[in-house]
Structures are given as structure tokens and as C-alpha cells.
């Protein structure tokens, strides 16, 4: 679906953001591109709907080269979720910009009206479709963005540390909508340095340093390399820490899923001792509790 051959990218004014950033991303991916601040995310997430175009390098989606040439082929495929909802949003009502999209596509009336129901229902602001813009609230604008991308049907979405600023709730909404539209075939590439979210969700991450990849690959192989992790700037999972405490531990759990059936492994084999009885206990419950909001990848 992304196919990124040593892509770099200076901004007017000398800062060099990207150094020669190579990577894929196959059709159906949910890939989490993590760093410090500064290290480059959005300025790669830019690079995946032709919103900057490359400076040296090649950046491919889906079989077509991203230039100005393309960026209108470009963005029917890539659906661009910005950080901020109040740099996507516009129009005066939720449903004019919902439709804005689709209208501008010039699609007949009844396709547009089709696209506006099932991305409000998708997003959950059906009951919205009225309000104005300036009367949602933050998490709201930020359902509606989404939205507004979804009603382009795109096959792949970008997004842009999406669950900043919201509230828990609306992050585990927000992560379940990811989760279910990546289910059904949708490409999503996020940027965060949610480490604790990410494990739970992503199947693949990429990790930026200095506007270069340090590491990218499956969670287990991110996540194994806990120097590197701490070199850029970033923590293994809370729940990896907690481990500490079994050394015969070589492989440390990244969820709470995870710890439970690792546990539960060894405790089988009679390799744990007492104490790890009774946190495999403990952490049932929370497995369950945790399995039912996400820890689904
Ligand atoms: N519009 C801009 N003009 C100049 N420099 C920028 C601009 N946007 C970002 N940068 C710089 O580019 C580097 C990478 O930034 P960015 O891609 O925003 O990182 P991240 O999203 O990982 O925090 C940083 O050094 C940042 O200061
Ligand atoms: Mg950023």
C-alpha cells in the first residue's frame, strides 16, 4: 500500500525532518509510527497524501508516485486525519461537512446522502448532523473529522496522534473504530508515542529518531529492545515493567492479555513460583476487563 524509498525532506528555513526514511506498509496493515516530538511523525504522515511532497526520494501509495500530479488520485486512497479537528473542519453544520467531500466528487445526491449516513453512524454523531461546527466538542470534532474522511471512502487512513486530547472514553472509541475499520480491510497508519495504546492495537510499528527510522517491524521485535526504546525517548508498555521482577522472564509481556497467558504458561509448566499465582490471579480480571476494550491485536 506505502512503499517510502530514502525519503528526506528539509523545511524551508534548514530544518532536515526526514534523513532518508525507507519503509513499507502492505494493504491491511495497522501500523503505529512512534518517536519522541520532533522526531519527524507527521512530517512522514505528510509525506503519505501528498501534503509535502518529497525533496529527495520516492514515496509510492498504492502503485501511484505522490506529486502534485497525483494528489487528487493520491487522496482518494489516503484519508488524511489531522492532529487538530479545527484545521479539517469548516463547514457550518456537521452534515455540510460531512457531504462537502463526496459533493465536491461530484457524486449524485443520493450516493452523497448514503455516505453521510454510514460515516455519522460509523463515527457515532448521527443525533449531530444538525449542530454547528463551533458547538461540538473537542471529541466530537474529532469524530466528525473522521468522518468527513470516511464519507471519501478511502482505503487507507493516516492519522495524526488521534487520541491526543481525548478523554479515555473517547480513545477507547476512537481505537475500537480504528480496530474494526482495519477488520475490514482499511490500511491505518498512526502516528503517537502512546506506547501503552499501541501494543493493544497495532500489529506493526515504526520508530522514528531524528527523522530516520530506528527500527520498524512487528510489536515483539519493536518492543524487544529496550535500550533503543529509551534512546528515543519512548518507555516499554507499563505492564513490560512489572516483569522486571521475574528475570526468567526473557520475553516481557506488552499488554495485560499478554502477562495473564504468559503466566498462566509457566505456572502450568511449574516454572513460577507462589507470588506469580496470585499476580496471573490478578491480573485475570483486568485481562478480562482490558480484552473487552482492546488488547485485540
Ligand atoms: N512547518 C515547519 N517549518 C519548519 N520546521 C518544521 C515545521 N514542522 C516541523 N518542523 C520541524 O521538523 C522536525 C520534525 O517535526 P515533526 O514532523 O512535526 O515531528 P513530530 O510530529 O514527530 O513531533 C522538528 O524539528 C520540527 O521542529
Ligand atoms: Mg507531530
Redesign the pocket.
Known amino acids: 500500500m506505502i512503499r517510502i524509498n530514502e525519503l528526506g525532506f528539509t ?3 534548514g ?4 534523513d532518508g526514511i525507507s519503509l513499507e506498509v502492505p494493504e491491511g496493515s495497522f501500523m503505529a ?1 512512534m ?12 509525506h503519505l497524501n501528498g501534503l509535502l511532497i518529497a525533496g529527495t526520494g520516492k514515496v509510492t501509495v498504492a502503485g501511484m508516485e505522490v506529486s502534485r500530479k497525483s494528489f487528487d488520485d493520491v487522496n482518494r486512497v489516503a484519508g488524511f486525519v489531522f ?1 487538530d479537528p479545527n484545521d479539517q473542519i469548516f463547514a457550518p453544520t456537521v452534515r455540510d461537512d460531512i457531504c462537502y467531500g463526496p459533493r465536491n466528487l461530484g457524486l449524485p445526491e443520493a450516493e452523497v446522502s448514503r455516505r453521510l449516513e454510514l460515516a455519522a453512524a460509523q463515527v457515532a454523531i448521527t443525533d449531530l448532523l444538525d449542530r454547528p461546527i463551533h458547538h461540538l466538542s473537542y471529541g466530537q470534532k474529532k469524530r466528525l473529522s473522521i468522518a468527513g474522511v470516511l464519507a471519501m471512502e478511502p482505503r487507507m487512513l493516516v492519522l ?2 488521534p487520541t491526543a486530547s481525548l478523554d479515555p472514553m473517547g480513545e477507547k472509541r476512537l481505537m475500537r473504530l480504528l480496530h474494526e475499520l482495519n477488520r475490514g480491510g482499511m490500511t491505518v497508519v498512526m ?1 503517537t ?1 502512546d506506547v501503552d495504546l499501541v501494543p493493544l492495537y497495532a500489529r506493526q510499528v515504526c520508530l ?1 529518531r531524528a ?1 530516520r527510522v530506528a527500527v520498524a517491524g512487528g510489536l515483539r521485535e519493536v518492543f524487544s529492545d529496550q535500550e533503543l526504546i529509551e534512546r528515543c525517548h519512548l518507555r516499554l508498555p507499563r505492564i513490560a515493567y512489572l516483569f522486571d521482577m521475574f528475570p526468567e522472564l526473557t520475553e516481557l509481556p506488552l499488554t495485560v492479555g499478554m502477562a495473564r497467558r504468559k503466566l498462566e504458561e509457566l505456572l502450568e509448566r511449574g516454572e513460577l513460583g507462589p507470588a506469580a499465582g496470585l499476580l496471573a490471579s490478578g491480573l485475570g480480571p483486568a485481562a478480562g476487563l482490558l480484552e473487552r476494550e482492546g488488547d485485540l491485536a
Open positions: 523545511y524551508p528555513g530544518t532536515r525532518a526526514l509510527i518517536g519522541a516530538n520532533g522526531s519527524g511523525k507527521s512530517t512522514l504522515l505528510k492532529q495524526d496522534e502516528a508515542h522514528l527523522g
